[in-house]
């Protein structure tokens, strides 16, 4: 089955991030990805996200595109990335989800295999 | 996935197949593999209003031995699968009840004080997640096992509480869970006889429940165990307690379940309220906060130093969970104790009064009242 792991952090948690010294951030990339590179053979697909001062919206309104500065939710937690893993079965996507290096919060969603031709190329 | 329902469905032709042949042919002599879980649940509901209760519980004790390890593993697959730490707390107690101990889901909203509805919608919802979520059917593995088996003693421990905390007046009316709980756990002890921790869970259920006869008054009134008549006390099931708890012991991993059942054993051998050996209690609480350093256990300890270092030194360690435990009725009837013994009297009173707005148990308010009435 394939997951997607979300990485989550708080945004204090994510300025935080953004104003570490660069050593320590190079150490956290490092964590990062000694768990890209250990679990490779399940990863599918992954990346980290700029932060959401750089995210744009499209909203519908009234089916009429409408385009806007920042994120569409104003939550306190924001993705800072992700992760597709192919994994057997909930177990094993939770071990993944729980030895991820930085902390913060990781959501563990079954992604949805469509039967026929693939959604992307 | 679908070998969950397929367990399940199992489960629940050995009900129909007990329902059907029990009446007529009466405990078989070589008790088939469905006597486990629900047909055994059920035959000693029937056995209960038997004579020979003791003899039949016998038998079945001694037939559930008998699992083999295909048909063991099995159950045990059920209950991880039911006490998955992704399904909610309420989905996985009704899950355990309705596919483990073959509860319906009428007795489990009887049980729980809700509506078959809500039940029926919480079951279909659990097993909805585990097939969509990928929940997997099997036995955690190795390096996840101690923290599955934390998960499901939890769901058990917690079944038991619902279960034994219900008012006198209640109990008439609700199933006993406090039983089905301790059977959930008997059988996981006859399925991982190798866990200390299941045998301290078991070990401790069986202690309480050894008082049930003694907790409630001739009014249906709460009687703490220090004013309880002890030799109303079940004396084979203590005895039963202590032997898990040898066993336990034997295997030299304590933990939080072991040294809650020896604290109640410690209580259950005392001959009188006074009588208990303290220190030993005491030390129990010391060890316990090691594991586990919640602020009930920490007032639980205080009233253990009461009776060792007095109750001003008690008073402190009490007021020292103020922080935490300034919500918690228990902490206020505590204090009123206390500061009652020395001659703290407003206080005391005062004490009281907020403990009693703090809880909406009907037994436990009307033993708050009686000791507010008998301090004017």
């Not at chain 2, 088939?32 to 003899?55: E, N, S």
């Not at chain 2, 099997?138 to 003693?153: G, K, T």
């Not at chain 2, 039983?179 to 006889?193: I, K, N």
Request: hydrophobic share 45%; net charge negative; with cysteine.
């Amino acid at each position: 089955m394939k997951y997607m792991l979300m990485f989550t952090a708080t945004k204090d948690g994510q300025r935080q991030w953004e104003s570490l010294p660069e050593e320590k951030r190079s150490a956290e990339y490092a964590r990062i990805g000694e768990w890209f590179g250990r679990n490779g053979p399940k990863i599918v697909d992954g990346y980290e996200l700029q932060s959401d001062q750089a995210a744009t919206t499209v909203r519908f309104d009234s089916g009429k595109p409408v385009v806007t500065d920042g994120p569409f939710l104003e939550a306190k937690e924001t993705i800072a990335g992700y992760a597709i893993v192919d994994v057997a079965d909930l177990d094993e996507a939770l071990v993944l989800a729980k030895t991820w290096p930085t902390g913060g919060t990781v959501e563990v969603r079954p992604v949805i295999e469509r039967q026929g031709p693939p959604a992307r190329g | 996935m679908g070998n969950f329902d397929l367990a399940e469905e199992l489960v629940q032709e050995a009900v129909l197949e007990a329902i059907e042949h029990w009446p007529k042919t009466g405990i078989p002599d070589r008790p088939g593999a469905w006597l486990f879980t629900t047909a055994r649940r059920k035959a000693i509901d029937q056995a209960r209003r038997d004579v020979r209760y003791q003899a039949k519980l016998v038998l079945l004790e001694g037939a559930a031995l008998n699992l083999d390890s295909a048909e063991g593993d099995d159950r045990l697959r059920l209950i991880f699968t039911c006490c998955h730490p992704a399904l909610s707390r309420e989905a996985q107690l009704a899950l355990t009840l309705r596919a483990v101990a073959g509860l319906t889901t009428s007795e489990i909203a009887r049980a729980f004080i809700t509506s078959e509805a809500t039940v029926a919608q919480r079951i279909v919802r659990a097993k909805r997640k585990i097939v969509d979520a990928g929940i997997p059917y099997r036995i955690p593995q190795d390096a996840d096992l101690a923290e599955r088996l934390q998960e499901v003693l939890a769901v058990l421990y917690l079944m038991f509480n619902e279960g034994y905390l219900a008012t006198a007046g209640e109990a008439a009316t609700r199933r006993d869970l406090a039983e089905d709980a301790a059977w959930l756990a008997g059988l996981l002890v006859r399925l991982m006889p190798g866990e200390p921790e299941a045998l301290g869970l078991l070990a401790l259920m069986r202690l309480h429940l050894a008082r049930t006869e003694a907790r409630f008054g001739a009014d249906g009134e709460l009687v703490l165990l220090q004013h309880q008549d002890r030799s109303r006390w079940d004396r084979d099931r203590i005895a039963s307690a202590s032997a898990l708890l040898d066993r336990a012991a034997g295997l030299r991993r304590p933990g939080p379940y072991q040294l809650q059942a020896a604290i109640a054993a410690t209580h259950a051998e005392a001959s009188s309220w006074e009588e208990t050996d303290w220190n030993e209690v005491l030390a129990l609480y010391e060890a316990l906060i090691r594991i586990t350093p919640s602020p009930v256990v920490r007032l639980n300890r205080a009233i253990a130093r009461r009776h060792v270092a007095g109750a001003g030194a008690a008073l402190a360690e009490v007021d020292a969970t103020a922080p935490e435990l300034a919500s918690y009725y228990l902490f206020h009837a505590t204090r009123a104790e206390l500061l009652r013994e020395l001659g703290r009297a407003p206080e005391a009173r005062e004490a009281l009064e907020r403990a009693l707005a703090l809880t909406q148990n009907p037994a436990e308010r009307a033993l708050l009242e009686r000791r507010l009435a008998s301090q004017e």
